[in-house]
């Protein structure tokens, strides 16, 4: 497998004034051999010399900041140079930049199946960044293209290893625990990367949602968990509440119920507790047993 060799190259400045400084000296003997009558030896040798000094300005190159300059000499990869500013290197090297910055991209909503096999849409956003530019430029064909197909076929194999939602002993959700998926979705598109020298910095879900065919009765089943949840809290709450009254009346005195009123008091309590509605008191005004 290709791997980056960094090199460095020569300051791109120095060369310049130099080459330009020599074809200027050269242009100056040239004329100086048309003003003496020059042998055609004279004239044929300093227009090879000038040839050469231009030609030796064709290994001038700029490496922007955050960019890299990946060098080839006849299709062989020799090194890239990172060191930015104006350059010098071989003309007979091909250079081919390489952006280094921090890039993002968005998946399209892609409809997949949960663990559940319930239809959902979901999409990504992933953030990268070339880190190896020799995997990148000739490892795969297409860096940028190899990224976004690599980073939807992931999230499409990690929708379906999680249900939509909590429910029938599920520990990890979609929708309940982001950060979890989210460190799951970054392994994922990581591994099928690596082979591309980019490294995945972050990955989040930016849309989750149930399919439209099936969102009408996926929510109609989550509005029924909230109300058992709601119902199961208010019992639970109640049964405390009714438990502590019948605990401080026996304490402290204040009525003695025998098991016939205590199941009476407690079937009241219960109902005034858990009902929808607010309760209409009615009032005893004869015995207590009466």
Not at 128 to 141: G, I, K, P, R
Not at 166 to 173: C, R, S
Not at 180 to 197: D, M, N, V, W
Not at 271 to 281: D, F, G, H, I, K
Request: aromatic residues 8%; proline residues 3%; contains cysteine.
């Amino acid at each position: 497998m290709i791997r980056e060799i960094e090199t460095r190259t020569q300051s791109g400045l120095g060369m310049l004034l130099g080459l330009l400084g020599a074809i200027a000296v050269c242009i100056y003997l040239v004329i100086l051999a048309a003003q003496n009558d020059g042998g055609p030896v004279t004239f044929v040798s300093l227009g090879l010399l000038i040839f050469v000094l231009f030609f030796l300005l064709g290994g001038l190159f700029m490496v922007q900041p955050n960019t890299a300059m990946a060098l080839q000499f006849f299709g062989r990869y020799v090194g890239t140079s990172k060191e930015e500013g104006l350059r010098w290197a071989n003309p007979f090297f091909s250079k081919k930049p390489v952006s280094l910055r921090v890039r993002n991209f968005e998946s399209s909503k892609l409809k997949v199946n949960d663990l559940d096999g319930s239809p959902i849409e979901i999409a990504a956003v992933v953030v990268w960044q070339v880190t190896d530019t020799s995997q990148a430029l000739f490892q795969v064909d297409d860096y940028e293209s190899f990224v976004h197909i690599q980073s939807e076929s992931a999230l499409r194999q990690m929708a379906t290893s999680y249900p939509y939602d909590l429910h029938d002993g599920a520990t990890v959700a979609l929708r309940s625990h982001g950060q979890e998926i989210s460190e799951h979705l970054q392994q994922e598109i990581q591994e099928r990367l690596s082979q591309a020298g980019v490294k995945v910095l972050e990955s989040r879900i930016t849309h989750l949602a149930y399919a439209p065919e099936i969102a009408g009765a996926m929510l109609r089943r989550q509005q029924a968990n909230a109300v058992i949840a709601a119902r199961t809290r208010i019992v639970e709450g109640a049964v405390s509440m009714v438990e502590m009254a019948l605990d401080q009346l026996a304490k402290r005195g204040v009525v003695e119920l025998d098991e016939e009123r205590k199941a009476a008091m407690v079937s009241n309590l219960l109902v005034v507790l858990c009902s929808e509605n607010e309760a209409q008191p009615v009032l005893n005004a004869g015995s207590l047993y009466g």
